[in-house]
């Protein structure tokens, strides 16, 4: 059975950089696409952008100029980091994989982590 | 950018069935995909591409998606059933998700 796990710091001040690190267990990371996905309190989901493992990436376009995504295969990990947050960053932050034969299906999920932005 | 409508909230009756539309412009050619979310839970897969189950889901959850509106549906609702219900599609090379739907079981 695939598990996530989030890790990282719960609270980040403004206008530095978020970093999350999502780490697989219970199977391989390669040859899937990987996804941030975070969902600020009371509201909707909303995806960050996903990885290959190969390191190909898309990434949301109102996020793009502030997001990267890294792999670490030897590491079965994959990681997050949003520059230059403010408080409206401040959300739930959900690793998944995306499987299935278009790999966009978001089939295994992290418990998810809360991140606050503020001084 | 593509959009992805759903209804704010939708309520049942116990045992009744419920229906969760998704609009979007010609959704119908789109695989969407339907996940539930329950309150302090990751959200869980319950239909892949359209209208397929993935295991360990109830029999009770179907979907379809025709034209410009795919549809959860849920058969003989059960209190268990009451969560955000989000639909999700594959767009330009991005995810999208629906704005999320909250049911509730009467």
């Known amino acids: 059975q695939v598990q996530l796990q989030e890790s990282g710091p719960g609270l980040v001040k403004p206008s530095e950089t978020l970093s999350l690190t999502c780490t697989v267990s219970g199977g391989s990371i390669s040859s899937y696409y990987w996804s941030w996905i975070r969902q600020p309190a009371g509201k909707g989901l909303e995806w960050i952008g996903r990885?290959?493992?190969?390191?190909?990436?898309n990434y949301n376009p109102s996020l793009k100029s502030r997001v990267t995504m890294s792999v670490d295969t030897s590491k079965n990990q994959f990681s997050l980091k949003l520059s230059s947050v403010t408080a409206a960053d401040t959300a739930v932050y959900y690793c998944?994989?995306?499987?299935?034969?278009?790999?966009?299906?978001?089939?295994?999920w992290g418990q998810g982590t809360l991140v606050t932005v503020s001084s | 950018s593509y959009e992805l409508t759903q209804p704010l909230s939708v309520s049942v009756a116990l045992g009744q069935t419920a229906r969760i539309t998704c609009g979007g412009n010609n959704i119908g050619s789109k695989n969407v995909h339907w996940y539930q979310q329950k309150p302090g839970q990751a959200p869980v897969l319950v239909i892949y591409?359209?209208?397929n189950r993935p295991s360990g889901i109830p029999e009770r959850f179907s979907g379809s998606n025709s034209g410009n509106t795919a549809t959860l549906t849920i058969s003989r609702a059960q209190a268990g059933d009451e969560a955000d219900y989000y639909c999700q599609v594959w767009d330009s090379s991005h995810v999208v998700f629906g704005g999320g739907t909250k049911l509730t079981v009467l």
């Open positions: 998944a994989r995306a499987g299935g034969s278009s790999a966009t299906i978001f089939d295994y």
């Open positions: 591409r359209d209208s």
């Open positions: 990885i290959y493992t190969s390191g190909s990436t």
